[in-house]
């Protein structure tokens, strides 16, 4: 049964530490997306990448967030310097081509103190 | 403009009876899909059932169906028989574009609540 999985399902950290998010996608899916999801706004759309290259990262704080994908079963989400704001869940979502809808991974729950 | 609404936060609902979820979108493209997805309360979101623009039946997956109607751009779930299993939030989500995987837009989700 193939799933999409995050690490850490958890992070708790204090105000201005890194936090990196890692998500391994569906082998063979070649879209990869970055969610966060919060009370008051939902779900966002961060990032996403096709072939590892970045589609769209318009929903990204460019000043603190980063996307990548260094390899195909690899994406990676950072936060430098993390803020109370950042506490969420960020999901992580793979699909491909002619794929009828996305993957949801578990989701990685991050509180910033 | 939004492009997914889901009018209504919260909805209960009679244990074995069927309940509406609704659903508008908002789009000028003439290739786009609709999705439902559910998440319940440990958090994962899981796909549900999917409507592409130019299918002519309504989508159907066990006791979920979608009634879409193209001319008032709604995509409602509909879920029979409900469980107490089904309580949850329920998401509509809309991806414009068939050709290319292209971003998802996703509503505010209807939290829903089975009663037994």
């Known amino acids: 049964d193939a799933r999409v999985t995050q690490t850490p399902r958890h992070k708790v950290t204090e105000m201005g530490q890194e936090v990196t998010m890692r998500c391994q996608p569906i082998?063979?899916?070649?879209?990869v997306f970055w969610y966060r999801q919060t009370m008051m706004q939902g779900l966002e759309l961060l990032a996403y990448?096709?072939?590892?290259?970045?589609?769209?990262d318009s929903g990204m704080p460019k000043d603190r967030f980063s996307a990548e994908m260094p390899d195909a079963t690899l994406a990676t989400l950072k936060i430098q310097p993390s803020e109370p704001r950042d506490s969420a869940v960020y999901f992580c979502a793979s699909g491909f081509l002619g794929l009828d809808t996305q993957y949801f991974g578990p989701g990685t729950r991050l509180t910033v103190l | 403009a939004q492009k997914i609404t889901q009018t209504q936060p919260g909805m209960f609902v009679q244990e074995k009876e069927a309940v509406t979820l609704d659903c508008t979108y908002d789009t000028s493209d003439q290739s786009y899909g609709l999705f439902w997805y559910k998440q319940p309360s440990s958090g994962e979101m899981i796909f549900l059932i999917y409507?592409?623009?130019?299918?002519?039946q309504n989508a159907t997956e066990g006791r979920y169906s979608l009634n879409f109607q193209k001319a008032r751009k709604s995509a409602n779930l509909v879920i029979s028989a409900s469980q107490l299993g089904d309580s949850a939030m329920y998401f509509c989500a809309m991806r414009e574009g068939l050709e290319n995987f292209n971003k998802f837009y996703f509503g505010s989700g209807t939290k829903l609540n089975v009663k037994p």
């Open positions: 990448f096709r072939n590892r290259a970045p589609l769209d």
């Open positions: 409507q592409g623009s130019y299918d002519e």
């Open positions: 082998l063979g899916h070649n879209t």
